[in-house]
């Protein structure tokens, strides 16, 4: 892909005559890429005829990276891939460690893992229902998002001391124990987010103008979405009833009364509005959590240089953009042998080519929206 | 049950089972040879493995080892599938053709490690700039950029 | 009957209406930063004098102190030119409001036509602006923009023409003092389609696409910064408390048709509601589409601009 790109051409169009496309670059400094994505538009007028997402402007090199760190020194790195919802990145990276050396962790760990990963999946759906809802131009409704987001990050803040990049769950259970009187805080705030969730579901969502936008706008079919490996909220508003939750439940998810949140159309809409309604979902979560939380050990005693027997293991949580994955090759030393992310944003992605062509340019900024990339991820 | 099932369809490839997991998904390791990839996967296909989570491959040092985790929602089953690549000449074909999740997964183990995947419709770069030369995730990868880890950590 | 003000006063009025265009963006933009915080949860403008109202002028200041940069690839004078071609309209457009009931600075017998077609000259300053930049995404703007400049002018004039049947005149004047109070019932709907296409006009609100900052970057102008920068804000909002203005004057009598300094002043608080109104529009509503927007134009603002003229048709016919 050279970086320059060709301006205007005349090309044979899908129907056989000539049109003169116009080929745009959107990104990767844009204020509605979500980070560093580029995406190469070929227009025909106002409509878009083909799109090319180029990526890798964040790669980093986390895979090789962590071959060169311990174990534990590899949870930093985890943060740092989709920085939008570290814990539950940490999360994957610990529970494929604790499968690999068999680690075993304490019940009370679990319960604070999955507390602080329900309310990282809100923090994490407000940022991209405010983004997509920046893009079309309803800013009140960015700054609504952001305000229910502080709040969370406060609490993290308070928990760990890190705003954004937490390094709070650690293999054997979770770095720090709870402060006092955190839980009953989180219980205050939790009363709260019902309400602001409607609100925020009407002020957007039930805006004509935001239906319009919205609507119809990059319908993706079930069939297309389980063979193109997309998960998460995308595939759930298609209606792929998929929710590693409830369907290869993990940690204590079992023990809570949730539902799958399934939409109908697939289209834009239904992927904004499938992520108001799994905040509310992870709401509940977090109550039933916190009044099940039992007392105990917030981590298992381990040695900082963790050395598991050789092998290799793969497993997977529910993240807010669907399956992360995380693959662990381990030669018996202290540091990993191969560490591979399967990154829901990264596969999600791979379908905008797919969804777009017949639209128009500000629909491609909608649709990029819907799917809720994070590039850390996508690129790792 | 399952397993037997699977191991019919096989024939004789060799499917063994991992540890029973606590969860609704049982694992399945499956070894394949190089010409029979194709032919395995497509089998497993049929049978009704119809997503394709990961695709990946590890520096094994004289060969590669090429994985492919699919599942079965409807049978509650995920298999893992390995293949050995040799090193000198590491070409795979590709699962495009059964899982369009492949598309950019493959380029990204093309773009990392140097296996080509034949059949794949598009197989450039993904990660790195079109213009890199070398495949950074294989082992003996030498890049005098690399910052050397002191040895005291 | 028309009097045009001697030499003199037309350069008095002249500059006048510069100068009170200058003081509505002045006021327009930080009203607007105030209403916009408000609306989310924050404070707004805050530490540039008593409630930040003076920082629309430190930020005036700063841009007029800005580096002058014409990119190297524009067509140079046209790219200069363009910022004021959208503002020169739109500044003496204001010229035929009556401030005080029996009295603008240019009484015309076209007074009404003078003020809807006069700004209209500003699309062609938005369309040179996103052109001359010569840069893909300017240019996509400034043709958006003057698409849908020009789709909005018809039911603008439309329910604007509803309310001239009714009092018989274009005289902006004769208009304002010719009024009664059941024309605010009789001419709702015109109202109604004069506000919007009005917003749609200004590139505001939900019709603000050409200059999408989330999509186009500032579209038409995205290369301007510093004063020329300025100057489109200047339009935005001077054309902004211009429509409201003229709204309150033709559809509300000006100050409900009361002479004098009392009437002045309910101008003018009527022409700040209106204004309000324009900016609380804008920070709720996503914006739309350049297809739904030329539909909403012709399909839905056209076909009720008739209606209300059908209406006044037979008001009229019945007095």
Known sequence: MPLQVEERRDVIGADGRLVEELVVNVGPSHPSTHGVGRVIVHLDGEVVTKVEPVIGYLHRGIEKMAENRTYL?????????????????????????????????????????VIVCELQRIASHMMGLG???????????????????????????????????????????????????WLEDVSAFLETVDAKLVEMDQLFFGNVIARGRMKGIGVLSAEDAVAWGITGPSARASGVNWDLRKHDPYSVYPLFDFDV??????DSYDRGRTKIFECHESAKIIRQAIAKIPGGKFKTPLPRLIA????????????????????????????????????????????????????????????????????????? | MTIERLRAALGEENATIAAMLPGDTERVEIHAGLDELLEVLGTLRRVGFERLEMLTAVDRGETFEVLYRIESRSLSIAATVRVDVPREEPRVASVFGLWPAADWQEREVYDLFGIRFAGHPDLRRILLPEDWMGFPLRKDYVDERIVRRPDYI | MSSVAPFGWGMVAGLGAGLIIALAALIGVWWERKVSARVQLRLGPQQAGPYGLLQTLADTLKLVLKEDITPARADRRMFRMAPFLAFVPVATSMIVLPVV????????????????????????????????SRNTYATIGGIRGAAQMVSYELPRTLSVLALCILGGTLNVVTLQESWRWWWVLATALGFLVYFIASIAELNRGPFDLP?????????????????????????????????????????????????????????????????????WAKWTFPRMRPDQLMSFAWKVLTPMALVQLAIVGVIAAWL
């Open chain 1, 308 to 380: 598991p027997p050789a092998g290799d293991a793969y497993d997977h949580i529910e993240s807010a953009r669907g399956t992360l994955g995380v693959y662990l090759v381990s030669d018996g030393s202290v540091r990993p042998y191969r560490m591979h992310v399967r990154s829901p944003a990264f596969c999600n992605l791979a379908i905008l080519p797919r969804l777009v062509p017949g639209h128009t340019l500000s629909d491609l900024i909608v649709v990029l929206g819907s799917l809720d990339p994070v590039f850390g991820e996508v690129d790792r």
């Open chain 3, 101 to 132: 009931k029996g009295w603008a600075p240019l009484q015309i017998a076209s007074g009404a036509l003078f003020f809807l077609a006069v700004p209209g000259i500003a699309a062609a300053g938005i369309l040179l602006a996103g052109w001359s």
């Open chain 1, 131 to 181: 983004a997509s809802a920046a893009d079309t131009g309803a800013f009140t409704m960015f700054v609504y998002c952001f305000d229910l987001r502080e709040r969370i990050i406060e609490f993290f803040e308070t928990l760990c001391g890190s705003r954004l990049t937490y390094n709070y769950v650690r293999p054997g259970g979770v770095s720090f124990d709870l402060p006092e009187g």
């Open chain 1, 73 to 113: 020194q590899v949870v930093p790195l985890t943060d740092r891939l989709d920085y939008v919802g570290s814990m539950y990145a940490n999360w994957a990276y610990c529970r494929t460690l604790e499968r690999l050396a068999d680690i075993a962790v304490p019940e009370r760990a679990e319960y604070i893992r």
């Open chain 3, 211 to 279: 200059e999408a900052e989330s999509e186009l970057v500032a579209g038409f102008f995205a290369d301007y910064s510093g004063i020329r920068w300025a100057v489109f804000m200047m339009v935005e909002y001077g054309g902004m408390v211009a429509a409201s203005a003229f709204a309150a004057i033709a559809f509300f009598g000006g100050g409900f048709g009361i002479p004098g300094v009392a009437g002045t002043f309910l101008l003018i608080v009527i022409t700040c509601v209106l204004a309000t109104v324009m900016i």
């Open chain 1, 261 to 266: 949140v399934v939409g109908d159309n697939g």
